[in-house]
């Protein structure tokens, strides 16, 4: 029983396509996130959704939208993709806002765009 | 701003013990993480700290000194699948999540 899934793991593109990524969790948790993991390894949150409403947004470009049809699901979309959006984006959640809280994350999406 | 500093690498030999040091000035904090992430694969949680002291977990220990912004993590009898980057990540006043760039610890024979 997995916890948090993703969908696609893999997905390469060309540039200025636009693609989504799915992501479900079984947990019951509150809040969901969307990071991008470069190159460099680091982690750089994207959105946060707690309770279907957006709580966090980074300087993502627009180009980026979360879509949260339940709290069991955040979804990413990606709109004119560029060469510099290749890297992997986890999705994770966590049972609350709540400091005690860990992140709990899904395998990861490597998207490759050319 | 806020930041997160951790060593980029570091090498140790299997049976030894490492510690990897992290240090953080972020806007308030409500508590520290380190997360272990393999190659390839999601971060995975090993430990929380929000209060002074050493968290002891079989082999792995995690400390923190909240005067100084400073947590370690220790790891004892090394194995190699403990060869990963080790992720320091820190929850601000507004309970976002802050992380460091993680260090790839390299574990030889």
């Known amino acids: 029983d997995t916890a948090v899934s993703q969908t696609p793991k893999y997905l390469v593109t060309q540039m200025g396509n636009d693609k989504s990524i799915k992501c479900e969790q079984n947990l019951g948790h509150d809040t969901m996130y969307w990071y991008k993991q470069d190159s460099k390894k680091f982690l750089k949150i994207m959105f946060s959704y707690n309770n279907k409403e957006l709580i966090i947004n980074e300087t993502v470009p627009n180009r980026f939208s979360p879509k949260s049809p339940d709290k069991a699901h955040l979804n990413l979309h990606i709109n004119s993709l560029e060469l510099g959006d290749s890297a992997v984006y986890f999705c994770?959640?966590?049972?609350?806002?709540?400091?005690?809280?860990?992140?709990?994350f899904g395998p990861g999406t490597r998207l490759l765009v050319l | 701003g806020q930041n997160i500093d951790q060593p980029t690498e570091m090498t140790a030999t299997e049976g030894a013990i490492v510690q990897i040091n992290c240090t953080y000035q972020?806007?308030?904090?409500?508590?520290l993480f380190w997360y272990q992430q393999h190659a390839g694969e999601a971060p995975t949680f090993l430990s929380y700290n929000v209060l002074d002291g050493l968290e002891e977990k079989g082999r792995f220990s995690s400390f923190l000194s909240r005067s100084k912004g400073y947590s370690y993590l220790l790891l004892k009898e090394l194995q190699m699948k403990d060869s990963a980057s080790y992720l320091c990540a820190v929850t601000d006043s507004n309970y976002q999540l802050i992380w460091g760039a993680g260090t790839k610890l390299i574990i030889k024979p």
């Open positions: 972020t806007s308030g904090f409500n508590g």
């Open positions: 994770a959640s966590s049972p609350g806002l709540a400091d005690q809280e860990t992140q709990y």
